[in-house]
């Protein structure tokens, strides 16, 4: 194991390929090496296995498997002294591949889109330790750059979680665009619902339009290539089925056996603690969707990011008597730090205008188009 080991990104990068080359060497200045051939540096395998000490696989989840396996029978002993990640949404079949390998093997799987933050901080990844020794220090140090909350399991394991955590949840967004593609002709699209909206509502449309707004192939495989994912959605169809019955049926009966299937059962079954933390947590991105609707708001970049540097922009709304209702913080693509400001509805516009030059003019920020 080296202190500093050369980095091969195997398969066509794709964006999350993309941002850990830029995490690999821009955050734990490494040098990364990729066999993607629309990348510049790109190489063959054998090129690959030759050069590099850690080989992280990511590619599609339906070709993982088959391009691990080719890589270990091309390998052919050569690899013994590696380690071997994969970073896919599904962990029993890379992990399986990696092992007829002689490398160190642990699967990897972030729980999130490519952020554009330059860290996984505030996100999950799941780690599936395989077959590890050597590497485990170096690991422990990739975890804790990447700065994910992570969880250990056995891929089996993640792979049945997932089935409830991923492919359930796509397939219940999916099933409501559908039912909203179906009704657009009657009462309109996303556009003219909005204003009727709920938080609930609100939070659903934007799951369902992340989804369809990503890389369709991705969803498709967490569905089709997770064996566990079948089970779950007869049992997601059998609770639908189950409320249409009920409610088709209309009678007290059926509003009895409603309780008690959808509420009193589940409650028991979910138990009070962690619905207390689940409804808390629902109220807090209530908070934050109620903020991000506010019209009262200004945008910042702040360009100097820096310890004092929020101090600095506070202080000036602060001399000018404009009180700050709401802050929230986030980063572009190329890692600038935005700020949005939200006021309260009696703040005084001439105020909040002055304020807002002076902030431009004295260069602590500059105002953003809302």
Not at 21 to 31: H, S, T
Not at 211 to 240: K, M, T
Not at 275 to 303: F, K, M, V, W
Request: net charge negative; aromatic share 6%.
């Amino acid at each position: 194991m080296k202190d500093s080991p050369v980095i091969g990104i195997v398969g066509s990068e794709g964006a999350y390929g993309r941002w850990l080359r830029r995490f690999f060497g821009q955050r734990m200045g490494l040098r990364v090496l990729g066999s993607d051939p629309a990348a510049r540096d790109g190489l063959d395998p054998e090129a690959l296995l030759a050069r590099c000490d850690v080989l992280v696989f990511s590619a599609p989840i339906r070709l993982t498997p088959e391009l691990i396996g080719q890589y270990a029978a091309l390998a052919g002993g050569r690899e013994s002294g590696q380690l071997w990640l994969d970073v896919t949404s599904i962990k029993a079949a890379p992990v399986q591949a990696m092992l007829a390998s002689q490398a160190e093997v642990v699967g990897l799987h972030p729980m999130t889109a490519p952020p554009k933050s330059p860290t996984l901080k505030g996100r999950v990844m799941v780690v599936c330790e395989a077959r590890l020794q050597h590497w485990r220090g170096w690991l422990q140090r990739l975890l804790d750059a990447l700065e994910a909350d992570c969880v250990h399991a056995a891929p089996d394991h993640h792979d049945q979680v997932m089935a409830l955590v991923q492919a359930m949840v796509h397939a219940t967004h999916l099933a409501q665009a559908g039912v909203l593609r179906e009704y657009a002709p009657v009462l309109g699209d996303l556009a003219a619902l909005m204003p009727y909206r709920s938080a609930s509502f609100e939070m659903d449309v934007a799951a369902l339009s992340r989804i369809l707004s990503l890389n369709p192939s991705i969803y498709e495989d967490i569905q089709f290539n997770n064996p566990h994912a079948g089970p779950v959605l007869e049992a997601l169809v059998r609770q639908l089925s189950t409320l249409q019955g009920q409610v088709g049926q209309g009678d007290a009966a059926a509003r009895t056996s409603f309780r008690e299937e959808f509420f009193d059962r589940n409650r028991q079954a979910l138990g009070e603690a962690a619905l207390a933390a689940g409804n808390y947590g629902y109220e807090r991105i209530g908070y934050l969707l109620a903020d991000l609707n506010d019209s009262h708001t200004l945008s910042i970049h702040l360009p100097q990011d820096r310890p004092g540097s929020l101090r600095e922009l506070l202080h000036v709304f602060e001399r000018h008597g404009v009180s700050i209702a709401s802050l929230h913080s986030s980063r572009t693509p190329a890692g600038e730090l935005h700020f949005r400001l939200g006021f309260n509805t009696d703040t005084d516009p001439p105020a909040l205008r002055t304020a807002a030059a002076e902030v431009d003019a004295s260069g602590i920020g500059h105002i953003l188009p809302q």
